[in-house]
């Protein structure tokens, strides 16, 4: 278990980091991996409305953000900018990106190793894009669409980058993916990815969730835009009440995919504890994401000396 700890990846959930000043505050924390975006290859407002609730007892949280983030032009003004900080402090800064088609996933990745990253995390998991009432496909369930996304990906990365800047182009290639339950999907998903990709993070939100707040009132209460005049209140669900369901689907997964495919767990992880279980379910590194957005860099000091303290036992 010490060793795992000393390799261990450790840095927020895409989402909770989009600016060079918040990079540069991440960087005063013991996280070794920044992730900056979501990004778009156009510019998104997200969608309106009440679009994040954290609840303050039982530690869940429901967003449909709806991807806001300025672009990717934008980004290329910014990335290097980010990339510089994060090095100067002894952090990878990595970007994930959401596209729309397989072809704009491969453009970002270029972009975006173009302006220095360590890597890049396809984010095929998303379930907050909306227009009207109807929901984006989440990439991720579709294993056939998984592998199109991916091989787009190396092949314009490994014809810009291959054998110059990286070794092996596949080690800073990530994938993220949505929680499932079903165990042939499961197989079929991991089937798709096996010789694709040598990371995965598991997993993003639970889709279409709704919850209450405190006061009894929905959790969440947005539309897509101005021109959505129907009100929803579905959106992913993060935090403390998937930690249990999740370890479940990394336990599976990491059987699935064997030792070859190194597996960051992201889900519910407020403690060193929580950590731990995620370590002995076959991850090799964490994101946080509900728990850093609520408690900022501290949340990464009490995991790491709680880990310390636990692996010393």
């Known amino acids: 278990m010490k060793n795992d700890l000393e390799r261990m990846s450790i840095g927020n959930g895409a989402g909770s980091i989009k600016y060079p000043d918040q990079v540069a505050r ?14 778009t290859l156009l510019p998104r407002d997200g969608n309106i409305g009440d679009v994040y609730y954290f609840h303050p007892q039982n530690f869940w949280s429901l967003n449909s953000l709806g991807l806001p983030n300025p ?14 900080v994060a090095h100067g402090a002894g952090k990878e800064l990595w970007t994930s990106v959401a ?3 397989p072809a704009e996933y491969a453009q970002m990745a270029v972009d975006c190793f173009g302006c220095g990253v360590d890597g890049v995390e396809l ?9 009207g009432d109807e929901r984006k496909e989440i990439p991720s369930l579709n294993p056939e669409l998984i592998r199109e996304i991916v091989n787009t990906v190396h092949s314009l990365t490994y014809d810009k ?32 990815i096996l010789d694709t990709v040598e990371e995965v993070t598991l997993s993003n939100t639970v889709p279409d969730v709704q ?36 370890l479940v689907f990394v336990s599976r997964m990491k059987q699935l995919l064997g030792e070859d495919i190194s597996v960051i767990a992201c889900g519910g992880i407020f403690t060193g504890a929580d950590a731990v279980r995620y ?14 957005l609520e408690f900022k860099e501290q949340i990464f000091v009490d995991i790491l000396m709680q880990l310390s303290d636990l692996v010393s036992v």
């Open 26 to 39: 991440a960087c005063k924390s013991p996280m070794s991996r920044i992730m900056v975006g979501s990004i």
């Open 71 to 84: 672009g990717m032009e934008a980004y290329k003004k910014l990335l290097p900018e980010m990339v510089c």
């Open 99 to 101: 596209g729309f088609s």
């Open 123 to 131: 984010n095929l998991s998303c379930p907050n894009v909306w227009k």
């Open 161 to 192: 980058f291959g054998g110059v800047r990286f070794e092996s182009i596949e080690n800073s290639i990530t994938i993220k993916l949505s929680p499932v339950e079903d165990d042939s999907r499961q197989e079929e998903i991991a089937e798709a």
């Open 211 to 246: 919850g209450l707040r405190v006061d009894g009132k929905p959790a969440l209460a947005f539309r897509s835009d101005d021109a959505d005049h129907h009100i929803k209140h579905r959106g992913g669900l993060a935090g403390a009440a998937v930690l249990k369901p999740n």
């Open 279 to 292: 370590i002995e379910a076959g991850a090799c590194g964490i994101q946080c994401t509900t728990s850093y």
